[in-house]
């Protein structure tokens, strides 16, 4: 019962603070920020050493190293938070933004106009750059945020949290709009799902596990920012240079992130000639491959892939490897086994290309390059609430717009109905 109390104080703190934030203006959200991230650098040994805390303790926890890459900082990690603030500094505000207007035959004038949320709730696993972005993104959209981030970051998102409210409470951001849980008991999750009257929305962004359970618990309208089941298709009429470049930095750049690539098509007219290449080079980078029957005819050194194969995020240096007949299977395949994230095409056939574009289902699909550019810095965002995998209220990586709704303002003289 303390934990919901204390839980609930929180949202209405949230709450209250959220409609300060919704009226200020631009210019004090903006100098918040450049605060924001002046300290984010100013303080950054602080933080450093709080994460190396975190990183230690999840170590001898025995925690995966794919989770652990997610929960380290270093100096440039935290210079791209900071950078992250800037950007989000430069982009246009979209409250009040009007997208549409019409005045009626009765003389009534109609505008729809951009305006926030409130409180947005974020629920996520040991990436501390996510409370960053997380707060930069709600602050300059007018929402105030309640965050719970994973026990393995307690003490890093903590500091980060300290941090920044200090910044931004010194520039006229009202206290508590950037309020962060600290109860790690995973109950704690579902008691924040279902405060329906004081958090407006929820967005958790994490694994399959933690999506599921926020889906299933929640009351409040949830954002899904799904798993990662990402796809290159290497086609007959590929450029092996870029194929070969694209396909191994997918994978390899960073396995840990929902935008690398799981599972690798090929044509199988070019197999017998591309998938030598692309094994040597991914083996001689520690990838474990598992291949289908033909694939493994060609490379004889890749694992069996089992069905449970093509529809896993491993976030790993594994890879899946399929010949396809054609472009249709490869498609046929994509929408069968992916999570709706990013797939890709390497092809100089502009008709191959339009049509897999056109009927890959996916919130991102690329030509002749990598998936790993789903992500809401690189197409210009600033940063990323998350890559939501559904259709429903938005898709992609999820920027200032994302966290807005419509409000209807009409102007009358005295009409009546």
């Known amino acids: 019962m303390f934990m919901k109390e204390f839980l609930m104080n929180q949202a209405q703190l949230a709450k209250s603070a959220s409609r300060i934030l919704a009226g200020l203006p631009t210019e004090t959200k903006d100098a918040a920020l450049s605060a924001m991230a002046d300290a984010i650098e100013s303080r950054q ?31 440039a990690r935290v210079a791209a938070m900071a950078e992250g603030l ?25 505008r729809r106009v951009r305006v926030p949320f409130g409180v947005v709730g974020i629920v996520y696993e040991a990436r501390p750059n996510v409370t960053v972005d997380a707060a930069a ?45 600290k ?8 008691a924040m799902c279902r405060m329906r009257k004081l958090v407006d929305v929820i967005i958790p962004r994490g694994g399959a596990g933690l999506i599921t359970r926020v889906v299933e618990h929640s009351t409040v309208p949830v954002i899904e920012t799904g798993t990662g089941v990402c796809h290159i298709y290497v ?17 390899i750049s960073r396995p840990s ?11 199988k007219d070019i197999a017998k000639d591309f998938l030598p290449q692309i094994s040597k080079l991914m083996v001689e980078n520690g990838v474990e491959l598992r291949g289908d029957e033909t694939s493994r005819e060609i490379c004889p050194d890749m694992k069996v892939a089992t069905e449970e194969d093509w529809a896993t995020e491993y976030n790993d240096l594994i890879l899946s490897v399929k010949v396809v007949e054609n472009l249709d299977e490869a498609i046929s395949h994509i929408n069968k086994y992916n999570t709706n994230h990013s797939d890709a095409i390497i092809t100089r056939d502009e008709v191959a290309a339009k049509k897999f574009q056109t009927l890959v289902d996916s919130a991102a699909v690329y030509v002749n390059t990598s998936t790993r550019f789903t992500d809401g810095f690189e197409f210009g965002f600033g940063a990323e609430i998350g890559i939501s995998t559904q259709k429903l209220h938005a898709r992609g990586p999820m920027g200032l717009e994302a966290l807005t709704t419509m409000k209807y303002l009409i102007e009358g003289n005295g009409q009546t109905r």
């Open 257 to 267: 992130v929902c935008n690398a690539m799981e599972t690798l098509l090929v044509h």
């Open 235 to 251: 086609d007959k009429d590929a450029d092996f240079d870029i194929a070969l470049k694209v396909a191994l930095t997918a994978k």
């Open 86 to 110: 800037r950007q989000t500094v430069k982009l246009p505000d979209p409250i009040g933004h009007e997208d549409f207007h019409v005045t009626r035959p009765n003389g009534l004038k109609i």
């Open 137 to 181: 993104l709600c602050l300059k959209s007018g929402n105030a945020c309640l965050l719970r981030g994973g026990s393995e970051a307690i003490r890093t998102n903590s500091k980060l949290t300290e941090i920044l409210n200090e910044a931004a409470i010194s520039k006229g951001i009202p206290e508590h709009a950037i309020e962060f849980i």
């Open 183 to 190: 109860i790690t008991d995973r109950d704690a999750v579902v």
């Open 45 to 75: 040994a602080e933080i450093l050493e709080t994460n190396a805390q975190d990183v230690e303790a999840a170590q001898k926890k025995g925690t995966r190293q794919n989770m652990v890459d997610r929960l380290i900082l270093n100096p």
